[in-house]
Every structure is written in structure tokens, then in C-alpha cells.
Nanobody, 124 residues
């Protein structure tokens, strides 16, 4: 399976970006989809998850209310809409798919396949 992330870029604080992650080789609807990010000198951290069954979403508290994860099964693509961006959101963003149990959705090990990452830079 291949995951191709896109949509990153440079934006001013308060602005918005929408990240996309197109999948090939697997049907996204069979998997949880997730986004993680890694800032410079930091560990990779969980951002958002969209469950395969029921479509419930989960977010890092730092992005709740500002970011929205969604999927388009017809396009086999997952999105991350990011609003009210802050300099602290600057990071490489990675999309991922897998079948984690609920207690593992915030852990990298819960996922099977990863995209290559797309850089988001938020200027103050």
C-alpha cells in the first residue's frame, strides 16, 4: 500500500491548510486513518484518528476544535482540515492507516502503513 500526503506549506498564524492523503493498494474504508506530526527536535505525536467502524473521531487536546479529520471513500483519500493554525503546529505531518484497538489509537505502533510526510510551517 502507498500513502501520498500533500497540502503542506507556509501559512501565517491564524490561517488554514487542508492536508490530503491518497491511498493506493488498499481500500481506506477497511482501516482506521490517522495523522501524526513531528516538530523539529520533538518526538512524533498523535494528532487525529478516524475509526473504521462507526466513524468516530479522536483528537490530540492541542488541536481539538481547530482540526478536523475526514475521509472520502470514493476517492480513497483522507483529509486533515487545519484552522486557526499556531506556530506550535509547525511540524511534518504524517498520514497513516491501521487497525488499532481503541487504547492504541494514539500510539504509532497501532498503525500499519505510513505516508512520507508533508511539512507545515506556521509563521507568527
Amino acid at each position: 500500500v502507498q500513502l501520498q500526503a500533500s497540502g503542506g506549506g507556509l501559512v501565517q498564524a491564524g490561517g488554514s491548510l487542508r492536508l490530503s492523503c491518497a491511498a493506493s493498494g488498499r481500500t481506506l474504508s477497511a482501516y482506521d486513518v490517522g495523522w501524526f506530526r513531528q516538530g523539529l527536535g520533538k518526538e512524533r505525536e498523535f494528532v487525529a484518528n478516524l475509526r473504521r467502524n462507526g466513524g468516530r473521531t479522536y483528537y490530540n487536546e492541542a488541536v481539538k476544535g481547530r482540526f478536523t479529520i475526514s475521509r472520502d471513500n470514493a476517492r480513497n483519500t483522507v483529509y486533515l482540515q487545519m484552522n486557526s493554525l499556531e506556530p506550535e503546529d509547525t511540524a511534518i505531518y504524517y498520514c497513516t492507516i491501521g487497525t488499532p484497538i481503541l487504547s492504541a489509537i494514539r500510539q504509532e505502533g497501532g498503525y500499519l502503513h505510513w505516508g512520507q510526510g508533508t511539512l507545515v510551517t506556521v509563521s507568527s
